[in-house]
């Protein structure tokens, strides 16, 4: 039973052209026997089909490397070149249980591979072109998720979805929810970009069978795993600001079955940066180290994985000569400090049935301890979570592979203790849920997945999730895809207002916060048309989110508080994105977005316009690079129109803002050679070194009452350049 | 008789210089020289790997690897490497080139449809 399976070799952008083509054929055994839910992957990527009742698959190819990688439980896995003239024959040959490049793991997701929903994936070589940091920057040439830095103390960056903050984003690691509760707001910065495999960006509701929080979108991460990542992969990085980062990755196996992988994360950066000379940092020194360490069994019919991180994150902001450790309590400078440290332990075990390839039982599990002791000039914030997650999948068909479902239960038990100035805040979370999700898979035609999920929250009474995903094949080159899904999300107000803290707004909850519920629909379309020698790939989508139930963050009532209640009226947001792709030669490729977001919420009272999300945006990416990745070089150019800022009339003439930030442009470069042993790269951030002007107001009296370094709309620190280098040891095959 | 003896000696140094030495020189190509080399490539994943490689080395332009023929047609800057060189470099990958003997080391390492057993029938490994 092959559940889901990665392609390890390191996705490199060779030079040919298939790009948005499809492939079709039939998978045959040596006697001549069609093969049934055999796995087609496209190589280095995690785009694939399975074959039907008649050993019959389509794919179409989404890079340029034109090859397919088909496996079969107790069949050799083979890597072949795709045709993409006439329908291929493939055949597989008996025996072996061969690791290869191709593993299989225990999360069952057919889905992703039928792509009834709308998924982009970011791959490695995606992740290469803007080589920094860490999940926060892992979207740079992504259209579709936007990233912004939260204030303009603490160097935290935030994305945001369908015109939303990313808290209505689930983000997965493995399938597991993962940057959630107290690491939601700067959890982002605690995945190393070294350690990502590839990312799969979900927009939209995503499936309950991760459970109820994906509203907007649903990012999965996926990190490198210990039977096919490299056995030796260094990377050093230095920037002109003086931050430095060491990451290592190694993988080796232990036996036939078992094998392991370390990743680990180093960073550290203690100048003093300020460009803007406000007496404040432009960027905060900051710390980490990070450590994973996971152990994988690749049985034929138990796979089993469990894993433990490890994470110590430091960070001290605010004027300058604040330092780390200091007593922002009683420092004469303005501190800024968060030191979280976290403890995971992880796991899943997956019990396939080699004869049934449908058939499959899958156990996550993790658990994690969280500590966050920060400040915010003279408040001091202490938080710790502690989390236990099960989910159990099971996963079959009914009658024939047209019908396929998964079933589960899952139980979360999260536990959070927060102490905030002088207002203490506990809660226990126990939430046992169930859901069933049905998949009807007649042909490529069309398909369409219904699931439903109830989980019943010891705090709120039961909670409902549908969800509906459903794609439509209009002609070879098009397919429209539709869904529509409730989600909902218990908010951690003061976790999610920490970027609003560095100011002298005082926190003012007003009610007990109810969860956040929200109902998603939209759509895409996708067609491919004939442009000269290529396609042009054209990507045209729609999402509409309206909230049943919202926290609303009131900074416009009045300059002095923060505001912190439930939602009462209207809030809604469109989203809409058209995206070109276009490969000029096999050299160069061309990518641009333009996005229009109308994105209002009612605040006060009235139904106003969100702060600080652009009306309009537009992306362009071209990316050279020629064959083997040999040389690189990537340009991505952002614009981002108006923004609304928060009304701060209230304030001294001279210390007030202006309603609408001016748009501005956003650019980044690198370029890169590569080696037999890996590569050099040298690149630029903010390669125009626009910045926001003053952008903390009354710097002078970061303890007056006027004092606010939340409304942030731009760039901070200016033109930065970096450069790293890679070292990899590549595993032996056998 | 002389020049039968002669001729016949000439014959059989023909013959036995071509045998020994089906390598082809380079020739003169636009952006350098040209060599064709007999790999002992057996499928698409050898060819990725010599085309890899090669890719990386000082002075080649281009290296593309026919399967069926086993040969790979290198275009190279004479200034900077010669065909021995290249020749020396696919042996290192793990495979024969021309003449040259591969690597043993290297062949050891390459995936299992890369080895010389791996396509002779369809017998049952055990």
Redesign the interface.
């Given at each position: 039973m092959k559940f889901k399976l990665f392609v390890f070799i390191i996705s490199?952008a060779f030079g040919s052209n298939g790009f948005g083509q499809s492939v079709n054929g039939v998978v045959v055994d040596?006697e001549l026997e069609p093969l049934i839910g055999a796995t087609i992957l496209e190589l280095g990527t995690r785009n694939g089909s399975v074959t039907d009742i008649n050993g019959r698959f389509q794919l179409t190819l989404r890079t340029k490397i034109n090859?397919l990688v088909i496996s079969f439980t107790g069949f050799?896995t083979?890597?072949?070149?795709a045709n993409l003239t006439e329908p291929m024959r493939i055949t597989l040959?008996?025996?072996?249980s061969?690791l290869?490049e191709v593993v299989v793991t225990s999360s069952p997701t057919f889905m992703d591979q039928l792509e009834s929903k709308h998924v982009e994936i970011i791959t490695e070589a995606e992740l290469n072109k803007a080589a920094c940091c860490n999940l926060s920057e892992s979207f740079e040439t992504n259209a579709s998720v936007d990233v912004s830095y939260t204030d303009a103390v603490s160097g935290a960056k935030t994305i945001r979805m369908l015109g939303l903050d990313g808290r209505y984003v689930q983000i997965n690691r493995e399938n597991t929810p993962h940057i959630r509760g107290l690491i939601g707001r700067y959890g982002l910065g605690y995945i190393p970009g070294t350690w990502i495999q590839s990312i799969d960006v979900g927009k939209g509701s995503g499936s309950i069978v991760n459970g109820y929080e994906s509203m907007t979108g649903q990012l999965n991460v996926e990190l490198k795993k210990p039977e096919t990542s490299e056995a030796l992969y260094l990377n050093g990085y230095v920037n002109s600001f003086g931050r430095m980062e060491a990451n290592a990755n190694h993988a080796r196996d232990l036996s036939d079955k078992w094998s392991t992988a370390f990743l680990f994360h180093g960073d550290y950066f203690s100048n003093e940066i300020d460009n803007n000379n406000d007496g404040f940092l432009d960027l905060p020194k900051s710390r980490q180290f990070n450590l994973m360490n996971r152990y994988k069994f690749m049985g034929d019919r138990l796979r089993n994985q469990i894993g433990i991180q490890v994470m110590r994150d430091e960070k001290a902001g605010g004027q300058l000569g604040y330092g780390f450790g200091d007593d922002f309590q009683n420092s004469t400078p303005y501190g800024f400090m968060n030191n979280t440290t976290r403890v995971e332990v992880f796991g899943k075990t997956g019990l396939l049935f080699p004869q049934k390839p449908y058939k499959g039982w899958g156990f996550i599990y993790s658990g994690s301890y969280t500590d966050i002791n920060a400040g915010f000039g003279r408040n001091e914030y202490l938080g710790t979570e502690k989390t236990g997650y099960v989910n159990a999948i099971y996963q079959n068909i009914l009658s024939n592979s047209f019908h396929q479902y998964k079933a589960g239960a899952s139980f979360l038990i999260d536990d959070f203790e927060e102490v905030y100035a002088d207002s203490a805040f506990s809660r226990q979370e126990v939430v046992p849920g169930v859901y069933y999700e049905y998949s009807y898979l007649p042909g490529e035609k069309f398909s369409l997945i219904l699931g439903g999920r109830i989980d019943f929250h010891n705090l709120y009474g039961n909670l409902y999730s549908p969800r509906l995903h459903t794609r439509y094949q209009l002609s070879d080159k098009t397919s429209l895809r539709l869904a529509a899904g409730r989600g909902y999300r218990v908010a951690n107000p003061i976790i999610e207002s920490s970027n609003i803290l560095v100011s002298s707004r005082q926190l003012v909850v007003q009610e007990a916060p109810e969860p956040e519920i929200s109902w998603n629909l939209g759509g895409s379309l996708v067609t491919n048309l004939k442009l000269g020698h290529e396609d042009l790939n054209l990507v045209f989508d729609y999402f509409y989110t309206n909230f049943e139930n919202q926290l609303i963050y009131d900074m416009d009532q009045s300059s002095d508080n923060l505001f912190i209640y439930n939602l009462n009226g209207d809030s809604y947001a469109h989203s809409f994105q058209v995206e070109a792709k276009y490969a000029l030669n096999q050299f160069l490729e061309v990518k641009a977005a333009y996005k229009f977001y109308d994105v209002r919420t009612t605040i006060a009272g009235r139904l106003q316009e969100v702060s600080f999300v652009s009306r309009d945006r537009f992306f362009l990416n071209a990316s050279y690079a020629t064959?083997?990745d040999?040389w690189k070089a990537d340009i991505t150019v952002h614009w981002y129109g108006q923004k609304r800022l928060p009304d701060t009339g209230d304030k001294p003439v001279e210390l007030q803002r202006q309603a609408e930030s001016p748009d501005y442009f956003h650019i980044n470069a690198q370029v890169s050679r590569?080696?037999?042993w890996g590569s050099i790269y040298l690149g630029s951030e903010n390669l125009l070194g626009f910045t926001q002007d003053d952008p903390i107001i009354d710097a002078n009296n970061p303890f007056g009452e006027d004092f606010d370094a939340s409304i942030v709309w731009g760039p901070i620190v200016g033109r930065m350049v970096y450069a790293g280098v890679r070292y990899k040891i590549k595993r032996?095959?056998? | 008789m002389k020049t039968l003896k002669l001729l016949i000696i000439l014959t059989v140094l023909i013959l036995v210089y071509g045998h020994t030495s089906a390598q082809k020189e380079p020739i003169k190509v636009a952006g350098g020289h040209k060599v064709e080399i007999k790999t002992s490539a057996v499928c698409?994943?050898c060819k990725e790997a010599i085309?890899?490689?090669l890719?990386?080395e000082k002075g080649v332009k281009?290296a593309v690897l026919d399967v069926p023929s086993k040969v790979v047609t290198v275009v190279y800057n004479p200034k900077k490497t010669d065909a021995d060189k290249i020749r020396k470099r696919i042996t290192k990958v793990g495979y024969h080139a021309d003449s040259l003997q591969r690597d043993s080391v290297a062949y050891e390492?390459?995936?299992?449809?890369c080895k010389d057993d791996a396509h002779e029938g369809?017998h049952?490994?055990h």
């Open positions: 490199f040596q090859k050799k083979d890597t072949i070149a040959s008996e025996n072996v061969e290869g064959k083997y040999k590569g080696y037999r032996a095959n056998n | 698409s994943m085309e890899y490689d890719a990386f281009s390492k390459l995936p299992f449809c369809e049952e490994p």
